[in-house]
């Protein structure tokens, strides 16, 4: 799909950045994201998704809004207490881009819905509650080969990785054991679920449009309290039970590519 009149003009500045341009905007227009927990994290990663002018958003999140929500669901109303919370992320961003398309979804991620979700998508963005939506999620995405943006905060404290399947370690790979996460069981203070989604809406633009560097083997640790940042690598395990046979695949074939070359390269040469 090309980009209207209208559109041009509403991501004007956007386009303007180097590297990005027209190009990055119809890649943006053609791709379809699937966010879910759409909370403070989620509902914030939608908002700077919707207002760059992805195609499609896929939102996805159980329950209804909570009156303790309140401090950090910047698409929510104080009316909307008590209602389904996906219904409402979707009407607010209607109303700031109606250029886009929008698909509310008021489930949990399960088992028997991940599938379809992912297969939907052109990439995830993590934003659950519990681990044990994550790794659904991330299992999906590296059966189904979707790239996903996987983004978690505690506190004062957050964490943001790009995973590709195959290519960088995956959310199993990062924790083999998963910490226990009671999700009342902590403070949540709006501006650090927003600096984070900020930054997770970042790596999704960036992954989609191929504007510079994003996050890839590497977990982008925070301390928000200090505003400490640091980036570490984390353990690609070959044997990792879930994307273990698609990291050694990859490997394999950048194995024989370089041989490839290498035989090539051998071939041009003149003694």
């Given at each position: 799909m090309?980009?209207?009149?209208?559109?041009?003009?509403?991501?004007?500045?956007?386009?303007?950045?180097?590297?990005?341009?027209?190009?990055?905007?119809?890649?943006?227009?053609?791709?379809?994201?699937?966010?879910?927990?759409?909370?403070?994290?989620?509902?914030?990663?939608?908002?700077?998704?919707?207002?760059?002018?992805?195609?499609k958003?896929?939102?996805?999140?159980?329950?209804?809004?909570?009156?303790?929500?309140?401090?950090?669901?910047?698409?929510?109303?104080?009316?909307?207490?008590?209602?389904?919370?996906?219904?409402?992320?979707?009407?607010?961003?209607?109303?700031?881009?109606?250029?886009?398309?929008?698909?509310?979804?008021?489930?949990y991620?399960?088992?028997?819905?991940?599938?379809?979700?992912?297969?939907?998508?052109?990439?995830?963005?993590?934003?659950?509650?519990?681990?044990?939506?994550?790794?659904?999620?991330?299992?999906a995405?590296?059966?189904?080969?979707?790239?996903?943006?996987?983004?978690?905060?505690?506190?004062?404290?957050?964490?943001?990785?790009?995973?590709?399947?195959?290519?960088?370690?995956?959310?199993?790979?990062?924790?083999?054991?998963?910490?226990?996460?009671?999700?009342?069981?902590?403070?949540?203070?709006?501006?650090?679920?927003?600096?984070?989604?900020?930054?997770?809406?970042?790596?999704?633009?960036?992954?989609?449009?191929?504007?510079?560097?994003?996050?890839?083997?590497?977990?982008?640790?925070?301390?928000?309290?200090?505003?400490?940042f640091?980036?570490?690598r984390?353990?690609?395990?070959?044997?990792?039970?879930?994307?273990?046979?698609?990291?050694?695949?990859?490997?394999?074939?950048?194995?024989?590519?370089?041989?490839?070359?290498?035989?090539?390269?051998?071939?041009?040469?003149?003694?």
């Open positions: 090309v980009l209207t009149p209208q559109e041009l003009e509403r991501y004007s500045r956007q386009i303007m950045l180097p590297g990005f341009g027209e190009e990055g905007q119809t890649a943006l227009k053609n791709s379809t994201a699937l966010v879910t927990g759409v909370g403070g994290l989620g509902g914030t990663v939608a908002l700077y998704l919707a207002v760059a002018g992805i195609g958003l896929i939102l996805v999140r159980g329950g209804e809004v909570r009156l303790d929500d309140m401090n950090r669901q910047i698409l929510m109303t104080d009316d909307w207490v008590g209602k389904p919370r996906v219904h409402k992320a979707k009407e607010t961003l209607a109303k700031i881009n109606p250029h886009i398309e929008i698909e509310a979804i008021p489930e991620v399960t088992s028997q819905n991940v599938d379809s979700l992912v297969k939907q998508a052109d990439i995830a963005i993590d934003c659950a509650f519990n681990f044990e939506e994550r790794d659904l999620l991330n299992d995405c590296v059966r189904w080969n979707k790239p996903m943006v996987e983004t978690a905060m505690n506190g004062m404290e957050a964490y943001l990785t790009t995973i590709i399947p195959g290519k960088t370690p995956c959310l199993s790979c990062i924790f083999p054991e998963k910490p226990q996460w009671d999700r009342w069981g902590f403070g949540v203070l709006g501006a650090v679920s927003g600096t984070l989604a900020c930054l997770a809406a970042l790596e999704a633009i960036k992954l989609i449009t191929g504007l510079d560097k994003p996050l890839l083997g590497q977990l982008l640790t925070m301390d928000l309290s200090r505003l400490e640091a980036k570490r984390p353990y690609h395990d070959p044997d990792c039970p879930v994307c273990g046979s698609r990291t050694k695949q990859g490997i394999a074939e950048a194995i024989a590519f370089l041989e490839i070359t290498k035989e090539e390269d051998l071939a041009s040469m003149r003694y």
